[in-house]
């Protein structure tokens, strides 16, 4: 049948709270996952990566968690911002090796209120 | 700080024409990929590119499809005959490897086929 748009879930937070969104993988082999930031009509934009080995991450501002046992990433971006309203998608890569494809997962919308 | 570039921003072709969508990904990366999104969707794999060989594909990344890296700088995606479900954002990315995976995406080419 006919593909239908995704219909994207959306988070909306207020200014200068904490978000997180979500992020359930398929693959148990996947050692190696990335967030991503899409703005609106732009390529992914790089945000943190983790390796399987970890089960957290910290940047600035943002924190990956993984949790390997039920194959689930988190992003956490604190004292959000409107600046951050975005789609943010996580991604996992099989292989730990640089070549290896990017399966992208479907996407959260970020919607910061002022 | 270095970037992925793409050329042209917006593509307006006929079906069964063909497109060359070019890409000069980051200077010292050796891996290269090209990822499509069509309107509304996730972001699919096409094909990854390494020491100028196809290293891994995807099923969408049938016979009408093909990638070069003409020369040093350069690689492309072209697409022999475009159908109507070509239409899509097209993004090339590229990575460092030896360690260093992290994907790095261009802004992308609007490809619409009419």
């Known amino acids: 049948g006919e593909s239908v748009g995704l219909h994207l879930p959306t988070l909306s937070v207020q200014e200068g709270d904490n978000s997180i969104i979500n992020c359930a993988y398929s693959?148990?082999?996947?050692?190696?996952f990335i967030w991503y930031k899409q703005e609106s009509g732009k390529g992914p934009q790089f945000i943190i990566d983790?390796?399987?080995?970890?089960d957290k991450r910290q940047g600035q501002r943002v924190t990956v968690l993984l949790n390997k046992t039920v194959k689930h990433l988190s992003l956490q971006i604190a004292a959000t911002q409107p600046g951050d309203s975005a789609v943010y998608f996580c991604?996992?890569?099989?292989?730990?090796?640089?070549?290896?494809?990017?399966?992208f997962g479907g996407g959260t919308r970020l919607m910061v209120k002022p | 700080e270095p970037e992925v570039t793409q050329t042209p921003s917006h593509q307006v072709t006929q079906m069964g024409q063909e497109v060359i969508l070019r890409c000069v990904p980051i200077?010292?990366?050796?891996?290269f990929y090209w990822y499509r999104q069509i309107l509304g969707q996730k972001v699919e794999f096409l094909v990854s590119?390494?020491?100028?060989?196809?290293?891994?594909k995807s099923e969408i990344f049938d016979d009408q499809f093909s990638v070069e890296r003409p020369d040093g700088s350069n690689f492309t995606l072209k697409i022999r005959s475009t159908k109507l479900e070509d239409s899509a954002m097209y993004f090339c990315?590229?990575?460092?490897?030896?360690?260093?995976?992290?994907?790095?995406f261009g802004p992308g080419t609007r490809l619409l086929v009419l």
């Open positions: 990315a590229s990575s460092g490897g030896q360690g260093q995976e992290t994907q790095y």
């Open positions: 693959n148990s082999a996947s050692d190696y």
């Open positions: 983790i390796r399987s080995n970890m």
């Open positions: 991604a996992e890569n099989i292989g730990n090796n640089a070549g290896n494809m990017l399966t």
């Open positions: 200077s010292n990366h050796l891996y």
């Open positions: 590119f390494y020491n100028n060989e196809i290293s891994e």
